[in-house]
C-alpha cells in the first residue's frame, strides 16, 4: 500500500467523522470534540483516531465513554461512505499534544533570561 493512498484515506476518515460527530451525533458527551488526527496500519485494517476537546480536558473521560458506544455507528458509516474491501477498526485515543504543547508555552514564558549585554569587541 503507498504511503499516498494511505494518508488520502485516512485525510477521508478524518472528515467523515468530523462531519458524522458534527451532525448526526446527538449524544451531548461527543459536542465541540475535534478529530485532530487519524492513523492507519499500512493494510487499512486499523484506524488510530486522535480526538480532543479543545482546551476542556476534564471531559476526557466523558469523551472517550461516548466514542466508545458510538463507534459500531461511526465505522458502519465511514463503510458506507469510503469505498475499501474492509473497513478499518476504529481505535480512539485522547490526544495530548494541544496540553503539551501548552505546557511547554507555559514554560518558556516562565523563564528569566536576562537581556543579552553587548561584547565589548564590537564596539
Known amino acids: 500500500m503507498s504511503t499516498i493512498k494511505q494518508d488520502r484515506v485516512a485525510e477521508r476518515i478524518q472528515t467523515i467523522l468530523s462531519e458524522l460527530l458534527l451532525r448526526e451525533i446527538a449524544d451531548p458527551r461527543l459536542q465541540n470534540i475535534t478529530i485532530t488526527e487519524v492513523k492507519l496500519d499500512p493494510e487499512l485494517m486499523?484506524?488510530?483516531?486522535?480526538?480532543?476537546?479543545?482546551?476542556?480536558?476534564?471531559?476526557q473521560k466523558d469523551v472517550m465513554s461516548g466514542l466508545a458506544r458510538a463507534q459500531g455507528f461511526l465505522r458502519r458509516e465511514v463503510g458506507k461512505r469510503v469505498r475499501l474491501r474492509v473497513v478499518p477498526e476504529l481505535h480512539f485515543h485522547w490526544?495530548?499534544?494541544?496540553?503539551?504543547?501548552?505546557?511547554?508555552?507555559?514554560?518558556?514564558?516562565?523563564?528569566?533570561?536576562?537581556?543579552?549585554?553587548?561584547?565589548?569587541?564590537?564596539?
Request: glycine share 4%; net charge negative; no cysteine.
Open 95 to 123: 490526544d495530548v499534544t494541544l496540553e503539551r504543547g501548552e505546557r511547554i508555552n507555559q514554560l518558556l514564558s516562565s523563564l528569566e533570561i536576562p537581556p543579552e549585554e553587548p561584547d565589548s569587541d564590537d564596539e
Open 46 to 59: 486499523f484506524a488510530d483516531v486522535f480526538v480532543n476537546a479543545l482546551g476542556d480536558e476534564s471531559r
